[in-house]
């Protein structure tokens, strides 16, 4: 299978696209290195994939449609999983622009020409940010979410919705993903752990939002690959139905449904912050602070449908996850500074 995926330099096109050429298939990597965070660590997961013939590098912006359109011409994908994206909550609050444009233009990009070049399945992911501050627990894809709290959640919504719309009139077959706080090795420097570890070792206070009343539902790297490659094979379509009403979300006009990926076991900010503590060895200092503008209170993923379409729920314990985190990071940090 050929694959184009966008986002390769980023966390988790990087993890999926390593994956799927290890399991021997071909991934054309769509990339614009954007500088929203270290370069270095971007350049380093392009040169690791580097490593495998059957992956072919493209540096551009996803706004730049003629050079998609080419990339995408040349390649003749089977699939496209478009991860490319400004992402971040609290970015969105300082540049909300950047969002709109790869996010919003960048992603209609991606729909269109994947439909252009009838491909199998078009992925998209969207975020937990969508459910905003939604009440009832556990988040499901069939609840009501359309109060975001940020830019970024509302271009993402932008997105599903473009999407659906798309695969209305065109046929595309099209699943977008909601993901659940995604960590693990080879992460991002604008999130928690990879903020908390680095300060840490530093021997500087980390920050805690929400005086540490806030919960997660986080979700290991390798789980959400997984699940993207098994929802990869679960083209939606009537045959795979899902009886259940309350939790099916294939559209009765379109190709289109919405799967959450996330294994549904919030856990509390503070009791990831000792697991930290425990896997690097040393007490953190810590500095509590209010809510930050845009922040959710929990996110808390029902796995139901994901289990439903797939037999499979993410199920890496938190600590398993942040102890390889660790690890790679006491590894790679050299030579990300350098
Ligand atoms: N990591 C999470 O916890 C999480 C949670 C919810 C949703 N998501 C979504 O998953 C996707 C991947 O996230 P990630 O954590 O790997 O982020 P990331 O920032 O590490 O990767 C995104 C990649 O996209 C590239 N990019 C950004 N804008 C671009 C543009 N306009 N043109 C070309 N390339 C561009 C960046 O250079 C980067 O390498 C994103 O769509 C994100 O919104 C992530």
Do not use: C
């Amino acid at each position: 299978m050929h694959y184009f995926i966008t986002g390769t330099a980023g966390f988790i096109g990087f993890h999926l696209a390593r994956r799927l050429l290890a399991d021997g298939h071909q991934v054309t990597g769509f990339d614009g290195m954007t500088p929203y965070y270290n370069v270095k660590l971007k350049q380093m997961r392009h040169a690791a994939l580097a490593q495998y013939p059957a992956f072919t590098p493209v540096i551009a912006m996803l706004e730049d449609r003629a050079t998609v359109e080419d990339a995408m011409a040349a390649a003749k994908p089977d699939v496209v999983i478009h991860l490319a994206a400004q992402a971040g909550v609290r970015y969105s609050l300082e540049n909300p622009q950047s969002y709109l444009t790869s996010n919003v233009t960048g992603s209609y990009n991606i729909i269109e020409l994947a439909e252009r070049h009838k491909v199998k399945h078009l992925m998209l992911p969207s975020t937990s940010s969508i459910y905003g501050a939604n009440p009832t627990v556990p988040f499901r894809e069939t609840d009501r979410a359309d109060e975001p709290l940020t830019i970024y959640a509302a271009t993402k919504k932008s997105m599903e919705l473009m999407a659906h719309a798309h695969a209305h009139l065109y046929k595309t077959p099209t699943t977008a993903f909601r993901f659940f706080t995604v960590y693990g090795p080879w992460g991002r420097p604008d999130m928690a752990l990879f903020k908390f570890v680095d300060l840490m070792l530093n021997d500087q206070p980390i920050e805690i939002y929400g005086e540490g009343q806030m919960s997660r539902d986080f979700t290991y790297i390798d789980d959400l690959v997984e699940a993207i490659i098994r929802i990869s094979h679960v083209i939606p379509d009537e045959s795979n139905r899902v009886a259940d009403d309350k939790i099916e979300t294939l559209s009765r006009q379109a190709p289109f449904r919405l799967v959450n990926i996330g294994g549904g076991q919030p856990e509390n900010l503070m009791d990831f912050v000792e697991l930290v503590e425990k896997a690097l060895g040393q007490p953190a200092i810590r500095k509590m602070l209010p809510m930050q503008k845009g922040d959710v209170p929990r996110t808390y993923a029902a796995p139901d449908l994901l289990q439903a379409l797939t037999g499979y729920t993410p199920s890496t314990r938190l600590e398993e996850g942040v102890k390889a985190f660790v690890e790679w990071y006491l590894e790679a940090r050299r030579e990300l500074q350098e």
